[in-house]
T-cell receptor
Framework: DSGVTQTPKHLITATGQRVTLRCSPR?????VYWYQQSLDQGLQFLIQ???????AKGNILERFSAQQFPDLHSELNLSSLELGDSALYFC?????????????FGPGTRLTVL | EDQVTQSPEALRLQEGESSSLNCSYT??????LFWYRQDPGKGPEFLFT???AGEEKEKERLKATLTKKESFLHITAPKPEDSATYLC??????????FGTGTKLQVIP
C-alpha cells in the first residue's frame, strides 16, 4: 500500500459525458501527478501540481483539466468523453516538486467509455 | 521530442538465470532516470532514481546503471516473484516525465 488513494476504482460512462477522478496524496506529500495508461500508448504523463499550483504539463488534452485543493487532494476532470479515453488513470504523489523525487503511485481508476 | 525505448518487450527467464533489461533514451536536459516495477492491474512501484552517467544503485537482486545514452536493470538470480513489467522513465528540464513501454519479465520456477 503506497498511501495514495484514488476514487472511484472503476467508472463506466457513455461518450460525451463528464467525470471526475479523485486522488489523495500520501500524508506530507505536496506534489501530485496524473498519468493515463492505455494498452497501445503505455503510461503517459498528464500534469503535475505542487502545493496547489500547476508545475508541469504533459500530453493533457484540452478536454481534461485538473486542480489541487488547499488540503492537497487533487481532482482530474474529463469532459466530452470519447471511446479512446478508456484507460487506467493513475495518480502519484511525491514529497516535493523536485525532479528527482520518488513518486508513489495510487491503485488507479479504470475508466470505461461506452 | 524526448524518447525512451525499452528492450526487450518481453523476457522469459528460468529461475536463477541472470539477465539485463535495457532503457535507451534521447532527451535534452536529463534531470533523472527512474525504474519502476508494475504488477498487473496495479500502480507502478518505485525502484531507483539515477542522475548521472556512471551512477549505480542496488536493491536485493536488482542493480541499475546509467550511461549517457542508456540505462540497464540487471537482475541476478531472479525468482518467480520478480515477474512483473519493468518501466523506465526520464524527467527533463521542464519537469515533464516520459515513460518507456516497459519490459514484461516472466521468471519460471
Amino acid at each position: 500500500d503506497s498511501g495514495v488513494t484514488q476514487t472511484p476504482k472503476h467508472l463506466i460512462t457513455a461518450t460525451g459525458q463528464r467525470v471526475t477522478l479523485r486522488c489523495s496524496p500520501r500524508s506530507g506529500d505536496l506534489s501530485v501527478y496524473w498519468y493515463q495508461q492505455s494498452l497501445d500508448q503505455g503510461l503517459q504523463f498528464l500534469i503535475q501540481y505542487y502545493n496547489g499550483e500547476e508545475r508541469a504539463k504533459g500530453n493533457i488534452l484540452e478536454r481534461f483539466s485538473a486542480q489541487q485543493f488547499p488540503d492537497l487532494h487533487s481532482e482530474l476532470n474529463l469532459s466530452s468523453l470519447e471511446l479512446g479515453d478508456s484507460a487506467l488513470y493513475f495518480c502519484a504523489s511525491s514529497r516535493t516538486g523536485g525532479t528527482g523525487n520518488e513518486q508513489f503511485f495510487g491503485p488507479g481508476t479504470r475508466l470505461t467509455v461506452l | 521530442e524526448d524518447q525512451v525505448t525499452q528492450s526487450p518487450e518481453a523476457l522469459r527467464l528460468q529461475e536463477g538465470e541472470s539477465s539485463s533489461l535495457n532503457c535507451s533514451y534521447t532527451v535534452s536536459g536529463l534531470r533523472g532516470l527512474f525504474w519502476y516495477r508494475q504488477d498487473p492491474g496495479k500502480g507502478p512501484e518505485f525502484l531507483f532514481t539515477l542522475y548521472s552517467a556512471g551512477e549505480e544503485k542496488e536493491k536485493e537482486r536488482l542493480k541499475a546503471t546509467l550511461t549517457k545514452k542508456e540505462s540497464f536493470l540487471h537482475i541476478t538470480a531472479p525468482k518467480p516473484e520478480d515477474s512483473a513489467t519493468y518501466l523506465c522513465a526520464v524527467r527533463v528540464e521542464d519537469q515533464k516525465v516520459t515513460f518507456g513501454t516497459g519490459t514484461k519479465l516472466q521468471v519460471i520456477p
